[in-house]
C-alpha cells in the first residue's frame, strides 16, 4: 500500500526540530492522526526533543488538531524536552486562548524568536 | 437540496465521513456567507464551529460507523446563519462532558469542540436525546 504525503515537513535547526505543516487547514480527521504519528516517530527518535511547531500559512484548526498538540506536548516533556510554537495567526490564537491552552504553549512571533535561546528553559 | 432567494438561502445535505466531501460542503456554505457579506472572523467561526459539530456527529454520535450519516440543515440570510446538525446515535448530555478549561484538564487530548461551537456561536443548543445540536450565528448590530 503506498504511504500517504506526509503532512509535516521536519528539519534541524542547529540541533532543533523545526516543523512546518504542509496544509493551510488541519482539520480532516485522517490527516491529523497522521501528523500525530509523524510527530511522534519524529520526537521519539530525538534525545531530548526540543520542538519548534511553525504554523506559517495554517489559516485553520480544529479540536482534534488541539488535542494532538496536546499529546505531543506531553510526550515531549515526558522526554525532557521542550515544545515552542511560531507564527501563529491572530485567529488561530485566539483558538487557544479561548481553550486556555495558551496557558500550556510557549508561543514566539518568528521562528528566529522561537529558536534563540531554547534549551535554556 | 437547496433553495436560494436573493435573501436567503436554505438547504440540506447528509454527509459520509469522508474528507472530501465536507470540505466541499464546507466551501459551499463558505461562499453562502461570503454573498450575504459575512465578516471573515463569522466565517472562521461558522467554519470551526461546523467541522467540531459533525465531527462530533460522526464520532461520538455515529460511533464512527461508516454507514451512518450526518445531516446538515442550513438557513443563511444577510442577518444571520442558522445550521442544524444532527447524528444517527442515541444523542448523550452536553452538560456532562467536564469543562475543559479548569487547569486540571488542560492536558486532556478531547472534550473542545462543543466549548468553541458556544464560543464562537451566538446561540447553540442541544435537542433531546442530544444527537442534534441547533446552532446560530448572528450579524453584531452596527
Redesign the interface.
Known amino acids: 500500500m503506498a504511504s500517504a504525503p506526509s503532512r509535516i515537513r521536519v528539519a534541524d535547526v542547529n540541533g532543533v526540530m523545526r516543523v512546518d505543516f504542509t496544509d493551510s487547514d488541519i482539520l480532516d480527521e485522517a490527516a491529523i492522526r497522521q501528523i500525530n504519528s509523524e510527530l511522534t516517530r519524529a520526537i521519539e527518535a530525538a534525545s531530548p526533543p526540543r520542538v519548534l511547531i511553525c504554523f506559517a500559512g495554517v489559516e485553520h484548526l480544529s479540536s482534534a488538531a488541539l488535542g494532538t498538540l496536546v499529546t505531543v506536548n506531553s510526550l515531549i516533556k515526558k522526554r525532557g524536552g521542550q515544545l515552542r510554537f511560531s507564527n501563529i495567526k491572530p485567529s488561530i490564537f485566539e483558538v487557544f486562548k479561548i481553550t486556555k491552552l495558551s496557558k500550556l504553549f510557549q508561543f514566539f512571533d518568528t521562528a528566529e524568536q522561537a529558536l534563540q535561546g531554547f534549551g535554556r528553559g | 437540496m437547496a433553495s436560494t432567494q436573493s435573501d436567503r438561502d436554505e438547504g440540506s445535505t447528509r454527509l459520509a ?1 469522508e ?1 472530501k466531501a ?2 466541499a460542503f464546507q466551501r459551499r456554505i463558505d461562499g453562502i456567507l461570503t454573498s450575504f457579506e459575512f465578516s471573515e ?1 463569522a466565517r ?1 467561526g461558522v ?2 464551529s461546523l ?2 459539530a459533525i ?1 462530533n456527529g460522526f ?1 461520538h454520535g455515529n460511533q464512527r460507523d461508516p454507514a451512518k450519516w450526518v445531516e446538515v440543515r442550513w438557513a443563511i440570510s444577510p442577518e444571520e446563519a442558522t445550521f442544524h446538525v444532527l447524528d444517527e446515535g442515541e444523542g448523550f448530555d452536553p452538560e456532562a462532558v467536564p469543562d ?2 479548569l ?1 486540571e484538564n ?8 462543543i ?2 461551537i458556544r ?1 464562537y456561536m451566538t446561540e447553540a443548543m442541544y435537542h433531546s436525546p442530544g444527537n442534534h445540536i441547533e446552532m446560530r450565528y448572528r450579524k453584531p448590530r452596527r
Open positions: 465521513e474528507s465536507i470540505e472572523q472562521f467554519r470551526l467541522e467540531e465531527m464520532h475543559p478549561t487547569d488542560l492536558e486532556i487530548p478531547s472534550g473542545r469542540g466549548m468553541l464560543t
